[in-house]
């Protein structure tokens, strides 16, 4: 499962928010104990046979379920069935059916066998019902914004620019909503579904499909076999009109389905695929162990992608057009996370929700793998650093342990700690034991627990096994305990002896932590590596031969550490850092000083103008975006090289920092550069040239916004365009901005330019008669309700301004009763607001 992608921009000013707010998720709760699943239980192999009713919503199930007493002798099934009509319940031998008394309340269906079986009796229960799944009353969450396992999109037809869709959602425990199972993590099963569909609608379930069989009245049947066991959250259905674009890894097919307008770039976006299956295949030294994979989209998804065994289900925003992909693929870290959990999560699924961890914190460590075999280290370096951000981002993080049995909700556990803290502490492991014992501990994980469940003691035992290593402090310290260090340092130089000691001190409340450490101690600008031993204590003091007074300490110098450090470096410290640094981390640490500094101090300038030759990309366009070309002392050391990176570079990204450094000098004469970057691929150098034209002709800037494609745009460039879509009220753009203008109170503590101006572009859409741009509104705010988490400020503020809104759509309506749209519109706010109280 990837979360639902909400940008660093956004999320950034809501948690700063939160921070002034100084509300924490688990305030005024009661502590709770989550036990596994009790097994009474076990799953053998599930049939189902389903069709749909598309004006109803409904689907029409028929189920045969084997199964057998996992241990001791019973004489009952009790099954999991939300929001259902069960219409019979028998024993099924050989196909004659025996009825079987039952009792269905509470979403809980408790059925009587026709007598006490023992372990390893099988019997098969045949269920005929209907899944009714907008009667299911269970909520979703920050993750995974609604719960309800069945989803018609579109289903009678009446949105023209949106196709008809069925997809599936089971994770957490929502499969039950669509056929009775027993929906926990630690069980397993084979399966079989028959899905008869309308004939023009192409199908997608787990395994391989048997057959396809025409029906009358233009309807068809599909025979879909999953031969090996998986839980029954990772069950998946799909049904639309989607192009469907071969491909393959070894015999392996490995399909992608889109819509068709996005036939044309579905391996663009997608085509990585074989890649990565054969590199985490040798990586792991385990092959795939699916028949197939697929991966299809879908409009209107509750999250951001889900592992369904053989076929991934991505949100719509992974179907990207040239425009997009020219300048990145945002979405390859999420194919690779999904593709991932196809080992970690459905080979070896986490035996509760409380282990999450062995699913989603190495779902999330695979991006860095991938990105280190594909793009490099720094590339890969350079999302660690980001996902760290993340989970510093949010304070509530800090009281939650990786492995947590007190957790409020099952849904609570997708988070900034399960995911960007779990993947971080996967790194620090793997340089703790080395490469090898890492992942020959994976290897071994995998084999002694395939097609069943695992846990964290499991996994340390396993690298355990492998590396001879006692792990049981690093698990208990990361995976069984909260927080992180906060380390703070001081050095002293004994010049008589010629010692440089360094007093690292941890700062945290509560427990000290024990860890390796680098060290980089400067001489003449070069570094010596020195790896110490931290001990869980206050104050550890190193003593390193230095020939003099060292001209820099560089804590956490190979970046693998997740702490929170206190610097004191100088700008010129940082430019030492930067020109000795090897690591990406120290590169662009010192880099995002010299962009705060580059105006006063000398040093912070040359910082940066070296840095716009890094290999990185990434640094480079952090020193563009760091200087200020009108300021003379800055175009007299950077311009040259700013104006050739403009036209360039190799990278689009870095050609669109480089236009908007140019952009800030308001010169006339790089009018030329910018026209022609408005004929530019990228949609980033679109919206750099856009800002240089209308710093320089802001006539021109309203009609050449009108012709620009903004579906998909990344926060960072709508927020670029805001301004002017906003000022001069370009409605085909509305829609565009609404995902941003929606947070405008958060954003105001963030950036209050741009806060206003959002918030202008919030009050426009409330005030205008636009379905799409409500849409985008209040999809956004419902998807981000649960990652603003228990905070009532900030609940409060959001309700606020869905009814202000509301107030501004009743005033449309009255001015204009016979609006097609508008009561949809306002029945969109009126359901927003429900889901936050």
């Known amino acids: 499962m990837k979360k639902i992608l909400i940008s660093a921009l956004l999320l950034g000013a809501i948690f700063s928010s939160q921070t002034a707010f100084a509300q924490t998720e688990t305030s005024g709760r009661t502590e709770i104990y989550r036990a596994s699943h009790t097994k ?293 870290d999420v194919i690779s996370h999904e593709l991932f959990h196809h080992w970690f999560g459905d080979l070896v699924t986490a035996e509760s929700w409380s282990n999450i961890t062995v699913n989603e914190s190495f779902a999330n460590y695979s991006e860095y793998l991938w990105n280190e075999h594909k793009y490099g280290k720094d590339f890969a370096d350079y999302g660690l650093m980001k996902a760290t951000d993340g989970y510093f981002r949010d304070p509530s993080n800090v009281s939650k342990d990786l492995v947590r049995f007190n957790y409020h909700s099952r849904e609570d556990v997708f988070d900034g700690v399960s995911y960007n803290k779990g993947g971080a502490i996967l790194h620090m492991l793997r340089n703790y034991l080395g490469d090898d014992a890492f992942f020959a501990g994976l290897n071994d994980y995998l084999k002694t627990n395939e097609y069943s ?20 402090w690093f698990f208990n310290q990361w995976y069984f305990d909260s927080g992180n260090p906060k380390i703070s340092y001081t050095t002293t130089f004994e010049p008589v002896k010629k010692e440089v000691t360094v007093t690292i001190t941890q700062t945290q409340i509560g427990k000290n932590f024990q860890f390796p450490l680098a060290i980089d101690v400067f001489e003449n600008g070069k570094p010596s590596r020195k790896n110490v031993w931290v001990d869980a204590k206050e104050k550890n003091n190193f003593t390193f ?85 009108s300021k003379p002392d800055q175009a007299k050391a950077a311009l040259s090289e700013v104006e050739k990176m403009a036209s360039n570079d190799p990278k689009t990204l870095v050609q669109a920092a480089a236009i908007s450094a140019l952009a800030k000098t308001k010169d006339k004469k790089y009018l030329p550069l910018f026209d022609k970057g408005m004929n530019a691929v990228s949609n980033s150098v679109k919206g750099s040239s856009l800002t240089g034209i209308a710093a320089i002709d802001p006539a021109r800037v309203a009609a050449l916004v009108e012709n620009m494609d903004l579906e998909g745009a990344s926060d960072e460039l709508i927020a670029e365009l805001m301004p002017t879509i906003v000022k001069n009220k370009i409605e085909k753009q509305m829609p565009a901005i609404a995902s941003t203008a929606a947070f405008y109170p958060f954003i105001k503590f963030q950036k209050p330019e741009l806060g206003a101006v959002a918030e202008d572009g919030f009050n426009w859409i409330m005030s205008s008669d636009n379905l799409k741009a409500t849409e985008n509104v209040t999809k956004i705010l419902t998807q981000v309700k649960g990652q603003i988490g228990g905070n009532p400020q900030a609940k409060m503020m959001i309700v606020q301004i869905l009814k202000d809104g509301l107030a501004k759509k009743m005033a449309v309506l009255k001015a204009n009763p016979s609006s097609p749209t508008i009561n949809q519109q306002i029945d969109l706010i009126n359901k927003t607001i429900e889901a936050y109280k």
Do not use: C
């Open 40 to 332: 009474m239980t076990e799953l053998k192999h599930t049939k189902l046979k389903v069709n749909f009713d598309y004006q109803k919503e409904q689907m029409g199930g028929e189920e045969w379920l084997t199964a057998s007493p996992y241990f001791y002798p019973t004489d009952s099934l009790v099954l999991n069935a939300k929001g259902m009509l069960i219409h019979e319940v028998a024993l099924d031998k050989n196909g004659g059916k025996s009825p079987l008394k039952y009792e269905y309340k509470n979403d809980m269906l408790k059925i009587n066998l026709d007598k006490t079986y023992n372990r390893n009796q099988d019997y098969t229960v045949y269920i005929k019902y209907t899944a009714r799944p907008n009667e299911v009353t269970q909520k979703g969450s920050a993750a995974i914004s609604d719960a309800k396992g069945l989803y018609f999109i579109n289903a009678q037809g009446k949105e023209a620019d949106k196709p008809t869709q069925i997809w599936t959602q089971g994770e957490t425990e929502s499969s039950s909503a669509w056929f009775p199972t027993i929906d926990k993590t630690n069980q397993k099963t084979t399966q079989e579904i028959y899905m008869t569909v309308p004939d023009k609608y192409v199908t997608l379930s787990n395994g391989l499909m048997k057959s396809s069989t025409k029906e009358a009245n233009g309807l068809r049947t599909d025979h879909w076999v999953m031969d090996k066991k998986h839980s029954p959250y990772l069950f998946f259905m799909g049904v639309g009109d989607y192009a469907v674009v071969k491909d393959k890894w070894r015999n392996i097919d490995v399909d992608y389905y889109v819509e068709k307008e996005y036939e044309p770039y579905a391996k663009q976006i997608f085509g990585n695929t074989p890649e990565m299956i054969e590199f985490f295949s040798k990586r792991l030294n385990y092959d795939y162990p699916w028949s197939k994979y697929s991966q299809i989209t879908g409009r209107d998804y509750v999250s951001g992608a889900m592992e369904n065994t053989t076929a991934t289900l991505h949100q719509q925003s992974a179907q990207q057009k040239p425009g997009d992909l020219i300048d990145e693929n945002k979405w390859e």
């Open 453 to 472: 469940s695992g846990e964290a003691h499991q996994l340390r035992l396993s690298l355990e096994k492998v590396s001879g290593k006692d792990l049981n």
């Open 545 to 629: 031969q230095a020939s003099k007074s060292p001209e820099l300490i560089n804590i956490n110098a190979d970046g693998v550490l997740l702490a929170e450090f206190i610097e004191t470096k100088t700008p010129e410290q940082y430019l030492i850092q930067y020109l000795g640094s090897k690591e990406f981390l120290s590169r662009y640490k010192a880099v995002e000083n010299a962009a705060e500094n580059a105006s006063k101090n000398p040093s912070a300038l040359k910082t940066l103008v070296a840095a716009l030759k890094d290999e990185n990309f990434r640094i480079r366009m952090k020193a563009l975006n760091g200087l200020d070309l």
